[in-house]
């Protein structure tokens, strides 16, 4: 009686277990039946239907040990590279401009002044080298 008892003990237990297990499995990597029908199988076809789970419904165990993922460092990561060239190439864009600005504002304050602009002085030069005996 006792090994009846017993008995009855452990497939309560693979019952169980058996349930939890295939309630926990996710839906898309449950085989044969929909996961619903295998919760049912279990349930009303306690041994039976816990042994069909683990020989034809349980999602397949990953072949081997999965290889632990190597972190990765910023200068590792495509995106990260791309982000940060298109960073540099904003602020050599953004100097350049403030750069113009500069020489801009520079000009336009001695065009107020009454300065002849930079390249009409050097031309004013140029021509002021002639020799004008000849006319």
Request: with cysteine; net charge positive.
């Amino acid at each position: 009686m006792r090994w009846l008892l017993m008995g009855a003990v452990v497939a309560f237990a693979f019952v169980v277990y058996t349930l939890f297990h295939c309630i926990m499995s996710p839906a898309a990597k449950v085989r044969s039946l929909p996961k619903g029908v295998w919760i049912l199988a279990i349930i009303v076809l306690p041994v039976i239907g816990a042994g069909l789970w683990y020989w034809l419904g349980a999602p397949k165990a990953a072949a081997g040990p999965a290889a632990p993922r190597r972190g990765m460092g910023p200068d590792d990561d495509a995106d990260f590279l791309r982000q940060l060239n298109i960073r540099r190439q904003q602020q050599q864009r953004a100097a350049e401009l403030a750069k113009r600005e500069e020489e801009l504002k520079r000009r336009e304050a001695e065009f107020k002044r009454g300065d002849t602009a930079p390249d009409q002085k050097h031309d004013d030069d140029a021509n002021s080298g002639k020799d004008d005996s000849g006319a």
